[in-house]
């Protein structure tokens, strides 16, 4: 017998301008039940997950809980009647803790510091997530941040979780925790809704699955009921045939590289690391979070100081040593943030001149008279090869997809012409039409004879892409595979080994 739905939706509308993000949407989610959402970037998924969490309200529409109807003025009413939401982009306070956020809206008198400390340990433990919980959250990585995020909602005790894109920043192997987790939370009759644009999650790992596409509901039902092929059908209206992903072709190495480092030593993230990139080919650098791949990525740069002996660079020959990453643009090195959030773009900003302020930056210092035209020209330009939607009339970029903030990111590095661009999870929470308009920028990049640096934690797309592939162990190349020569079960042997 099926359960009665713990959570309700029914004919939700959400607009914002006249423009429904969410059309007419009835939705239901069951007690002991892992329901994936499924869709491109703007489908609705988000804005639906909000909807049950309190975060906005419906333009038109019921929502019930426990068969009854309820209106949620914040996401307070909704943590109250047992709904948590683990959001995409981190909502810590970095001045607190980890201990500090985890209770954050819990607090009481009662709690010491020392037993609210030793709850987060407890919980951070029971999944297996390496956090200090005296930690600021401001210094967390990425993946660390949604560990404790997680954590979080665990703590709540919420009888209906949410997770919005939970697996971003995990490693494979926490990913298997997390979804250990789930079914562990599963089986205490907890619902769980989770969007994830991994497809695979979804088919393996849900008990149902829904698909969105422009804001509308497409097809819900059982997982089994589902592939691969028919999940992109129905998130993208017909095959992904004309976007299949072709292998790189096969390209003849320049002489001298592009780049050189050596010995490379930043604290105890980056260990004596070594590796060269040559022009017109693509090195992709495979590796565990915390292997010092970013790490080294941001020393290169100069973003993060490395040692007083901490090795040498070269860049077309000549060596070099940047202070701030405004040298290396100057230089023609580009580093595309694996976090876009944070490092990748002025989210107040319009599409334009995030562009603009891109192209500006190769100048380092220079006074220079720029005619407003001349930037509104080149950001349109430029808008238009990477396919960059939705930037239409000044709005800023915070508004838009995922896929195409990350777009915005990748132009805004790419209109300074440089020698040498680092892709650092350059994919990481962009749906899977923007995946392959991203990875045919990528290679059109090297094709165009620059060098490049493709850092990601999703082996598909490493192996897919690299003409070359280093394993990043500890700080340091442990291994290095020919296209022809790698796998992924090589690739992460080496990278655990």
């Not at 059982?222 to 096969?250: C, V």
């Amino acid at each position: 017998m099926t359960p009665e739905p713990i959570v309700r939706i029914t004919a939700a509308t959400k607009s914002y301008g006249g423009i429904a993000a969410l059309e007419d949407v009835s939705f239901d989610l069951r007690p002991g039940e892992i329901h994936a959402l499924a869709g491109e970037n703007g489908a609705g998924k988000s804005t639906l997950c909000k909807l049950i969490a309190g975060v906005i309200t419906p333009t038109t529409g019921t929502i019930q809980v426990d068969g009854k109807p309820v209106t949620f003025a914040n996401p307070k009413d909704a943590t109250e009647r047992g709904i948590a939401m683990v959001f995409q982009e981190s909502s810590l306070v970095p001045q607190l803790t980890v201990a500090q956020n985890m209770v954050l809206g819990r607090e009481s008198a009662l709690n010491s510091v020392r037993r609210v400390r030793n709850a987060a340990r407890q919980v951070l433990q029971s999944l297996n997530f390496k956090v200090d919980p005296s930690q600021l959250a401001g210094s967390l990585s990425t993946a660390k941040r949604q560990m404790v995020e997680i954590a979080r909602a665990v703590l709540n005790d919420a009888r209906v979780v949410i997770f919005d894109e939970p697996t971003a920043a995990l490693t494979p192997e926490e990913t298997e925790h997390l979804f250990d987790l789930m079914k562990r939370l599963r089986q205490r009759g907890v619902a769980l809704i989770f969007i994830s644009h991994a497809l695979e999650e979804a088919l393996n790992h849900a008990d149902r699955i829904t698909v969105l596409r422009n804001g509308q509901l497409v097809a819900t039902g059982n997982a089994s009921a589902f592939d691969r092929p028919t999940l992109i059908r129905h998130m993208i209206g017909n095959d992904l045939s004309q976007m299949a992903s072709e292998r790189p072709k096969t390209r003849s190495r320049a002489a001298k590289p592009v780049l050189q480092v050596e010995d490379l030593r930043m604290g105890s993230m980056v260990n004596n690391m070594s590796f060269s990139v040559f022009p017109g080919e693509i090195t992709g650098i495979a590796g565990l979070i915390g292997s010092g791949r970013s790490e080294a990525a941001k020393v290169i740069v100069g973003h993060t100081k490395r040692n007083f002996d901490g090795g040498r660079i070269w860049l077309d020959g000549r060596e070099v040593w940047y202070s701030a990453p405004s040298e290396a643009i100057a230089d023609g090195i580009a580093y595309i943030s694996e976090d876009r959030k944070y490092d990748g773009f002025f989210d107040t900003l319009s599409v334009a001149r995030n562009i603009g302020l891109g192209w500006l930056a190769r100048f380092r210092g220079r006074r220079i008279l720029t005619p407003r035209e001349r930037l509104r020209r080149v950001a349109a330009d430029w808008q238009q090869r990477l396919s960059i939607h939705g930037a239409g009339g000044g709005k800023s970029v915070v508004y838009l997809s995922g896929g195409n903030q990350q777009k915005v990111v990748i132009a805004k590095s790419l209109v300074q012409e440089p020698r040498l661009v680092i892709f650092d999870e350059p994919t990481r929470g962009v749906d899977v039409g923007a995946i392959a308009e991203i990875r045919r920028i990528i290679r059109g990049f090297a094709d165009s004879g620059a060098g490049v640096i493709l850092i990601s934690s999703y082996l598909p797309e490493i192996l897919d892409l690299s003409d070359r592939i280093l394993v990043a162990k500890s700080g340091t190349i442990v291994a290095e595979f020919a296209r022809d020569e790698a796998s992924a079960t090589r690739i992460m042997h080496a990278a655990i080994h």
